[in-house]
């Protein structure tokens, strides 16, 4: 049995690996601190700073894994959390470049913009399967709005 269509974001094997080599120098800076034994202001900025992008660069290998889910009542978003755009409430949903990449964008009647975690189209070029999966979605619309 098939159950509704579900889009994951396909860049999140490249997202994965720099961030984990940026993870994994980032302990080792922190390690070399720790063996050197810097201490005192020097040492807190610096690890600090560190531990901020650290938790910056967990946030967005998160937001990597990200997916979309289209059900009857509308687009289910999982990323940081799990959100519904309801059918009835989308205006318009089209294409549009974002950060190096083709992204899926959402408006909403009351004017909110949302970009979709997936599908997208980054440098690994998936053309013709990203506007199957946009066509898609823009079908899963209009038959659940009773266009």
């Given at each position: 049995m098939y159950g509704p269509p579900t889009f994951v974001n396909r860049n999140?094997?490249?997202?994965t690996a720099v961030?984990?080599?940026l993870c994994a120098a980032i302990l080792a800076l922190l390690a070399a601190m720790a063996v050197f034994g810097l201490s005192g202001i020097t040492a807190m900025l610096?690890?600090?700073s560190q531990l901020l992008l650290l938790a910056c660069m967990l946030l967005q290998t998160y937001l990597a894994?990200?997916?979309?889910?289209?059900?009857?009542?509308?687009i289910v978003v999982r990323d940081v959390r799990v959100r519904t755009l309801p059918w009835r409430e989308i205006a318009?949903?089209?294409?549009?470049?974002?950060?190096?990449r083709t992204v899926v964008e959402v408006r909403m009647a009351d004017g909110r913009r949302r970009n979709l975690v997936a599908p997208s189209l980054g440098r690994?070029?998936?053309?013709?399967r990203f506007a199957e999966e946009v066509g898609l979605i823009q079908h899963w619309w209009a038959y659940?709005?009773?266009?």
């Open positions: 999140r094997g490249l997202l961030y984990g080599v610096l690890g600090g894994w990200g997916y979309v889910t289209l059900t009857p009542e509308g318009m949903i089209r294409t549009k470049p974002f950060a190096a690994a070029k998936h053309g013709r659940c709005r009773g266009w």
